[in-house]
């Protein structure tokens, strides 16, 4: 089954955290490149709703992200993984971009895209995003 919804991490993957709230280098082109592969995209973070919206503004504000990233789903979690369960019924249709290991849900380690921790001293030349899109387009064609 080819994968229809990116569920994406917010800290250490698209943003530095959610206190610096630093865009990683190429977010709004790796956001627009995603919306074409993916019929979904979805926020899957510990970080709150509201603070995710407060910090999206942001960035769609500064430039840094496209306009419709403000409104983008958000998913809820609690627990000590991600479960992609809670982003779709359906095994394999989604997968999960994020940083951090051991958020992986046990029994979804082929559908995590892992992308390099974006941290301090978050360098203008950081390339994890477009590793990750070469990762989530192998990622497509492998399951086409």
Same mark, same amino acid.
């Given at each position: 089954m080819r994968p229809t919804i990116? !569920?994406?991490?917010?800290?250490?993957?698209?943003?530095?955290?959610?206190?610096?709230?630093?865009?990683?280098?190429?977010?709004?082109?790796?956001?627009?490149t995603v919306n074409e592969l993916f019929e979904h995209l979805v926020i899957y973070t510990s970080v709150p709703e509201p603070a995710f919206r407060r910090i999206a503004a942001l960035l769609v504000g500064e430039g840094c992200a496209p306009a419709w990233f403000a409104q983008m789903p958000y998913t809820s979690w609690s627990?000590?993984?991600?479960?992609?369960?809670?982003?779709?019924?359906? +095994?394999? !249709?989604?997968?999960?971009?994020?940083?951090?290991? !051991?958020?992986?849900? +046990?029994?979804?380690?082929?559908?995590?895209?892992e992308v390099s921790l974006f941290e301090s001293p978050y360098e203008a030349s950081d390339t994890g995003l477009d590793v990750a899109l070469g990762?989530?387009?192998?990622?497509?064609? !492998?399951?086409?």
């Open positions: 990116l !569920a994406m991490d917010l800290e250490g993957t698209l943003i530095s955290n959610a206190v610096s709230q630093m865009p990683r280098p190429g977010l709004c082109e790796f956001l627009e627990g000590a993984t991600k479960d992609l369960q809670n982003v779709s019924p359906i +095994p394999g !249709a989604a997968l999960l971009l994020d940083d951090y290991r !051991a958020y992986i849900h +046990p029994g979804q380690e082929g559908c995590w895209v990762k989530l387009r192998e990622c497509l064609t !492998a399951r086409t």
